[in-house]
Structure formats: structure tokens, C-alpha cells
Nanobody
Framework: QVQLVESGGGSVQAGGSLRLSCAAS?????????MGWFRQAPGKEREQVAA????????YYSDSVKGRITISQDNAKNTVYLQMNSLKPEDTAVYYC?????????????????WGQGTQVTVSS
């Protein structure tokens, strides 16, 4: 079974940076093709903010965060990262990492099979 554990959340002031980590079980990369980061704030729909395709390393970003965040992977540590810079109060949300067996990593037709427990990110002004 694929297991995902997020960490690195916390409280920062606007303009600050945060690095989220998603540690995956060892079997993950034999089962799935994509890793994604999602977020959900109170009163808002869940939003996918980034994804990475393991086969070719292609990355994808939502317009709301493009230019401010970077998704990356470290296969040796079975970990995917989300580096977030120039944070804004509207970035406040619970952030989740997820894994997909599909090669469709981003967009409305992408589907994710496994999810982490989430980590809270709070950005104050």
C-alpha cells in the first residue's frame, strides 16, 4: 500500500517561505506515476497547485501559484517537496500530497488514488 506523510507546515508572515515535504513508502514508485500537491481553505473548493510526472520529470502548476512555488523529487529519499516563496495570506490552507497510478497528472481529468493527512499552512499579513 502507498502511504504518504506530509510535514513542514506552519505559520509565516506574508512574503516568507516554506518548504513542504511528502514522504512516501518505498513501494510508491513501482505503483504510481504522478505526485501532486493540493490545498483546501475554509469555504473554498479543493485546488491542485502542482504535480510532477515521474516518468519524464514534467512539472505542472496552477496559475494562482505559478512563479512562486516549485515541486521537486528526491528518489533516494522517497520524498517530494513543495518549495513555496513570496507567500500571501490567500495561500493559507491545508496542503495535501497525493499519488496517482495514472499518467494524467494535472487538470480536471486527473485522478489521485492515495492521499496524505494534510499539513496546515498559515500566512499572516
Amino acid at each position: 500500500q502507498v502511504q504518504l506523510v506530509e510535514s513542514g507546515g506552519g505559520s509565516v508572515q506574508a512574503g516568507g517561505s516554506l518548504r513542504l515535504s511528502c514522504a512516501a513508502s518505498e513501494s510508491t514508485y513501482t505503483i504510481i506515476n504522478c505526485m501532486g500537491w493540493f490545498r483546501q481553505a475554509p469555504g473554498k473548493e479543493r485546488e491542485q497547485v502542482a504535480a510532477i510526472y515521474f516518468g519524464g520529470g514534467s512539472t505542472y502548476y496552477s496559475d494562482s501559484v505559478k512563479g512562486r512555488i516549485t515541486i521537486s523529487q528526491d528518489n533516494a529519499k522517497n520524498t517530494v517537496y513543495l518549495q513555496m516563496n513570496s507567500l500571501k495570506p490567500e495561500d493559507t490552507a491545508v496542503y495535501y500530497c497525493a499519488a496517482s497510478k495514472s499518467r494524467l497528472c494535472f487538470g480536471k481529468f486527473a485522478s489521485y488514488n492515495y492521499w496524505g493527512q494534510g499539513t496546515q499552512v498559515t500566512v499572516s499579513s
